[in-house]
């Protein structure tokens, strides 16, 4: 399964831990996480300036958990799917990578619910549903 994680995972994985980053492990181990740079821009944006992360710390840690993932490429071609305009190119990485999933904690992406058959869910229902027991 093919799942996008958006901006608001990473960086509550990242700096807090808990329920997204237990998410991301998940998708990160049984999955494949496919990204854009415009995710990447984001998560780099908000880590570096408002948590005080270095550049390169960032870049590492995206690269550990993406380096086997899908990168694909955003032109615009989504538009008008998200009650905000700049969350649309979180749905485009997922039509364009043919996920199954966005996970998200942002409510202008989950009161879309499903898009093209792309379901939009938060960390803690992803886990519920499709993360492996652990033992």
């Known amino acids: 399964m093919i799942v996008v994680l958006d901006s608001g995972i990473w960086i509550s994985a990242f700096q807090f831990g ?10 990160f181990s049984e999955h494949t996480i496919a ?3 415009e995710i990447v821009a984001e998560v780099r944006a908000i ?3 408002k948590f005080s ?18 990168h694909v490429e955003v032109t ?5 799917v998200c009650r905000d305009p700049k969350d649309d190119m979180v749905f485009e990485c997922a039509v364009k990578a043919k996920a199954e999933i966005i996970l998200s904690g ?3 992406l989950l009161s879309v619910k499903t898009y093209r058959s792309i379901e939009v869910l ?6 519920d ?5 652990r033992i």
Do not use: H, M
Request: charged fraction near 30%; glycine fraction near 8%.
């Open 18 to 27: 808990g329920t997204p980053q237990a998410a991301l492990d998940s998708v």
């Open 35 to 37: 990204i854009c740079d």
């Open 47 to 49: 880590l570096v300036r």
């Open 53 to 70: 992360w270095k550049d390169e710390e960032v870049l590492y840690i995206l690269r550990e958990y993406t380096s086997d993932g899908l």
């Open 76 to 80: 615009g071609a989504v538009d008008g």
């Open 106 to 108: 942002d409510n202008d």
């Open 122 to 127: 938060t960390a803690r229902q992803y886990l």
């Open 129 to 133: 549903r499709f993360a492996s027991p």
